[in-house]
């Protein structure tokens, strides 16, 4: 038997060429018949296997909503040389495969052994003809109607090989996705089904690789409830029909590997709900995604090189309770509207170093719908925002600040997310990353879902995305929001809104475990991270060691940080007050000295406080404008000096007047020279890059925050002088003494008692010095202390109190 040659009826031969060809040499290749002699004029030769073009016939009609079995036409290659007709898909399986319900099209698709020779078929919407291309074969598959081509080839085996698509104005040549094993391991899928996969955003998600010597991207989703999945992108016109997912058993995994699609194109995946009908849905493991409003998820790969290498080897040196912890929140998008994270770097670091901060909070930065908003209601959990850039360029942005000293904290919402319909809710038909339970699902305040958290693969969602932040983007802390809501059952829920756990307590278990486990395992894999909650109730341990537990029962949460929310209601609500009014209220300055050290706290000036009719913190402040940046100075003096780390919203470093605006963002103009009151603002920023400065000297103010030894009242009962002094200690006991006197009036020689290790006292710090816009009322003298007792003391010194102002004072 001798091949044929190509004739003008046969598709030409695709040929491969060497790089030096040498003399003709005879080759031979397998068909069904055995090795056949094929006459070659290069080192590479080709042969072709053929099969005629199927004749012109009626349009299959479905019965029943099902298509029948094409009709087939015949072959004019003898038996062995050519491609033969395929066994006809059963209807079912063709139904299924073309609604998108298959669980396994792998099985059916590509390339298999069939009766001595090779079946290859392919689903190929809209195709005119598909070729089979290998190493010395061409072959033609028959056009079975509704985009399937099939054909059994004379091989001996499965050959590595590529379709050439035709269409009605073009060709394009491709490799068959459905000659490719699996590819995510036996590990992945275990731990993924354990709920224990700690880089999930490896395993799940749109991941460009090498497969089988083939480069592309494999795709994998977490679908469970699915009849099937498909992908949809802009790399098939958003047509899904020719690229169904194959389930990988019981954990639920849906994977397909698409070669030639790589970095840049846009995808979703089509799933086919329990009840038959499709949604459209991103990619909840996505690292990038479309600009909002569009909403496809976008494949990408990092290609930064870091250049952070010294600060990730020392942020684990200290323990962040014992170290400078001043933070400057910043709402990304409008901190300086429309820069890019690029831009940004280029701005940013150098305007907090300036200032002293020692780390920046940043908002929002997961993937959100709405770009005015504090970006809480997260769309995509593993995406930058990319109304700013690329995950790299947000790399750069974190890397710049690292390499100015900066760490970097951002804000993370585990506590809920939006129903958006191409989104998480009901992600495969059914409850999915919300709790089953409609009225554990639905949050009452916000009109979003919650997260059920006893589920082990949506836990391990959080969990993995808590760490990815970390390890992906040397992200240095989180602040986690909505703490409270999380953690009780009854959470703004009426009575018979809610169930008990199952000790007929109020307190959601599942969230517990989760919080633990997700502190937990960010802590043994991030050294030198810190998790920070934003919890408003009075949880016992939020900040105590998992494994510690309380009288409650329960383990601590094990996070490293809580906001102080009580220290903020209750001092804002006393500077609020005219001073003449506020030694009715000394005890709300006072009382957070009570529990301050039962946690490790955070005071925090935040966003929230600055908006939707809260007044910025300068005008929440009694008085003409000169009181009010008075108020507004010896407030931040005493939030600096108070047991705590600290943090600021955007804007309060200036005592800018107007409420935060996500259109304008902070008023940078009330810094410009040529305005007129521009002394009043820039006055306050040096006192914040001044505060900043002593703080970060002078360990008395940091070294001991969660040791109830690091501080001592001199006098916390003052309230007829609207006075409170006191004293803070370092490790070595070395003092900082602290005098806040939130009264207009001068009070001179105001004695107090202090220890008597100390020579004299001399004023580092006073919030009315005329460098920042106050009346100069000073000590300018050393103070040397005198034998006259005072307040438990044995010796004692006399101050000038300037009018509503903090001073420092430390021993010369």
Request: glycine share 10%.
């Amino acid at each position: 038997m001798t091949a044929r040659k190509p004739s003008r009826k046969t598709p030409a031969p695709v040929e491969a060429s060497a790089e030096a060809a040498p003399a003709p040499q005879p080759v031979t290749t397998e068909t069904a018949d055995g090795p056949v002699a094929v006459a070659s004029t290069s080192a590479a030769a080709t042969v072709t296997a053929t099969a005629p073009a199927p004749a012109k016939r009626p349009k299959a009609k479905r019965k029943n909503g099902v298509p029948p079995h094409p009709r087939r036409g015949g072959t004019d290659a003898g038996e062995g040389e050519g491609a033969r007709p395929a066994p006809a898909l059963h209807d079912a399986d063709r139904g299924r495969l073309l609604a998108g319900e298959h669980h396994a099209p792998h099985d059916l698709l590509g390339a298999h052994p069939h009766d001595g020779g090779v079946l290859v078929r392919a689903l190929r919407p809209h195709a005119r003809g598909v070729t089979v291309l290998a190493e010395g074969l061409r072959a033609e598959l028959l056009d079975d109607g509704d985009g399937f081509f099939s054909a059994v080839l004379p091989l001996k085996a499965v050959p590595a090989y590529r379709l050439l698509v035709t269409y009605t104005d073009n060709e394009i040549e491709i490799e068959d996705p459905y000659r490719f094993l699996p590819a995510i391991g036996e590990l992945d899928l275990h731990l993924i089904g354990e709920g224990r996969h700690e880089e999930l955003w490896t395993a799940l998600g749109a991941r460009i690789m090498e497969h089988q010597g083939v480069s592309g991207t494999r795709f994998t989703v977490w679908a469970p409830n699915a009849r099937g999945v498909r992908i949809a992108g802009d790399f098939t016109y958003w047509d899904s029909t020719g690229l169904p997912m194959r389930s990988l058993g019981s954990t639920g995994v849906w994977e397909l590997f698409l070669p030639g699609v790589g970095e840049g194109a846009l995808y979703k995946f089509d799933l086919c709900r329990p009840d038959g009908s499709h949604t459209l849905r991103a990619d909840p493991m996505a690292r990038a995604a479309e600009i909002p409003p569009a909403t496809a998820s976008v494949v990408t790969a990092s290609h930064y090189a870091w250049q952070d290498g010294d600060w990730m080897e020392r942020r684990g040196d200290r323990p962040v309770h014992e170290a400078p912890f001043s933070v400057y929140e910043i709402h990304l998008p409008s901190w300086r509207p429309r820069l890019t994270y690029r831009q940004l770097a280029e701005q940013l670091p150098a305007y907090v170093k300036d200032l002293g901060f020692t780390h920046v909070e940043l908002m929002p930065v997961s993937e959100h719908p709405f770009g005015g908003s504090w970006g809480y209601q997260v769309t995509g959990f593993f995406a930058p925002t990319s109304r700013m850039g690329t995950p790299d360029d947000f790399r750069h942005l974190v890397d710049s600040l690292h390499r100015a000293g900066i760490g970097v904290i951002m804000d993370w919402v585990p506590a809920h997310f939006p129903r958006d319909e191409w989104a998480l809710a009901e992600f495969d038909g059914r409850p999915l990353y919300e709790h089953s339970d409609p009225s554990r699902a639905a949050h009452p305040d916000w009109g979003t879902l919650e997260f059920d958290y006893g589920r082990t693969e949506v836990r391990n969602f959080l969990v993995s995305n808590a760490t990815y932040w970390c390890e992906e983007f040397h992200i240095d802390g989180l602040r986690v929001d909505a703490v409270a809501s999380m953690l009780y059952l009854d959470y703004s829920r009426e009575d018979g809104q809610w169930s008990p756990n199952e000790h007929g307590g109020r307190e959601n278990l599942d969230a517990v475990a989760f919080l633990q486990e997700m502190n937990a395992t960010v802590y043994r894999r991030n050294p030198g991270v810190v998790t920070i909650a934003e919890e408003s109730t009075a949880w016992n341990g939020v900040t105590r060691a998992t494994h510690h537990t309380g009288p409650d029962g329960i383990g601590g949460l094990g996070f490293g940080l809580k906001w102080n929310m009580g220290w903020m209601h209750d001092s804002l609500t006393y500077m609020a007050k005219e001073p003449v009014h506020r030694k009715y209220h000394h005890d709300e300055m006072t009382f957070s000295m009570v529990y301050a050290y039962s946690e490790n706290y955070v005071l925090p000036i935040s966003h929230d406080e600055v908006v939707h009719g809260k007044q910025a913190l300068v005008s929440k402040m009694p008085g003409d404008w000169w009181q009010q940046r008075a108020n507004h100075r010896a407030y931040l003096g005493f939030m600096w000096a108070h047991p705590g780390k600290q943090l600021l919203f955007m804007g309060q470093e200036f005592a800018q007047g107007a409420e935060w605006s996500e259109g304008h963002g902070p008023d940078w103009w009330l810094l410009d020279p040529a305005y007129e009151a521009s002394a009043d603002h820039r006055g306050v920023r040096d006192l914040v890059g001044d505060l900043n400065a002593v703080y970060g000297a002078v360990p008395a103010l940091w070294q001991r925050d969660t040791d109830p030894g690091g501080f001592s009242w001199v006098d916390g009962g003052a309230a007829e002088d609207n006075v409170l002094a006191f004293l803070r200690f370092d490790a070595d006991g070395s003092p900082l003494l602290a005098v806040s006197h939130f009264s207009p009036a001068v009070r001179h020689d105001y004695r107090l008692g202090v220890p008597a290790s100390a020579g004299s006292w001399v004023e580092v710090l006073n919030t009315d010095s005329a460098r920042y816009g106050g009346s100069d009322v000073r000590n300018e003298e050393p103070l040397k202390p005198e034998e006259v007792p005072a307040h438990g003391r044995q010796v004692s010194i006399t101050v000038t109190l300037p009018p509503l102002a903090t001073v420092w004072f430390r021993p010369a």
